[in-house]
């Protein structure tokens, strides 16, 4: 799944003094902390190649902390893990309960791991974790699949537009658009939008788009991702997502 932040929010290196340094985690035990839930939770990760259009989609599979290094799954495709290998890094970035885990990965090596390929990264020294939502937010489990369904965006295309959402909060909902037909312009206000949360009756509620990405799937497969904001949110319907989002975390905390 792909961050709401962009990769121009991410300096290469933080100092101390700068605005994003409070956002900055220096301790290794903390470090080790947040990148062994990333793997424990299978969180995908995004690896974003500097000057190129291509995000690979992976995740973490190992980690050995003797050798300071995170073992990886190699991505789909020669081109792509050419490009990985070429020496230029990589951006790491991850969501871990609704926070940005992100670093500057330096270079990717091909290694062996259960005698198949992978890719291997060192453990960063530091790394950013960044909440920049007001609203907690939670990872929807693939068994349970959230559709918001979109009305027709202009009479040449006049049937409902099915998203399916990746995550959700009281704030706001990420929806992933596969057939390409909502675009990616932002600031866009999508009302009469259906949210189908299982049992639950749709939710009628109104979405303002406020960042998209073009994401690169496993199967080599695009899709676009629109994080997207409540508007005006019922405070029936606002009660409905607290509880939905409730259930959610108390059964993922159950099934740690």
Do not use: Y
């Not at 799954?73 to 991850?94: C, H, Y």
């Amino acid at each position: 799944m792909l961050s709401a932040m962009r990769k121009e929010d991410l300096p290469e290196s933080v100092d101390r003094e700068s605005p994003m340094s409070r956002f900055t985690v220096h301790s290794r035990s903390e470090i080790l902390f947040l990148l062994r839930a990333v793997q424990q939770r299978k969180v995908l990760v995004n690896l974003d190649l500097p000057a190129s259009r291509q995000i690979v989609v992976t995740s973490i599979i190992d980690m050995s902390v003797a050798k300071s290094t995170l073992i990886l799954d190699v991505a789909r495709g020669d081109a792509l893990n050419r490009e990985l290998l070429s020496g230029k890094g990589a951006e790491f970035i991850s969501q871990l309960d609704g926070v940005t885990i992100a670093f500057q990965t330096g270079p990717v090596a091909l290694c062996d791991h259960d005698k198949l390929p992978a890719l291997c990264i060192a453990i960063p020294k530091t790394l950013i974790r960044l909440q920049r939502r007001e609203h907690f937010r939670v990872a929807l489990p693939i068994a349970r699949p959230v559709r918001c369904i979109v009305p027709a965006q202009n009479a040449d295309d006049p049937e409902p537009i099915t998203t399916h959402a990746l995550d959700i909060g009281c704030g706001g909902v990420a929806l992933a658009d596969t057939s390409g037909r909502l675009g990616t312009q932002t600031a866009r206000i999508l009302p009469r939008c259906r949210l189908l949360l299982p049992e639950f009756d749709p939710l009628e509620v109104t979405l303002e788009i406020r960042n998209s990405a073009q994401i690169r799937l496993a199967n080599g497969a695009f899709q676009t991702r629109l994080g997207c904001r409540f508007v005006d949110l019922p405070k029936d319907v606002d009660a409905k997502l607290q509880r939905f989002v409730t259930n959610i975390e108390r059964a993922r905390r159950n099934g740690l």
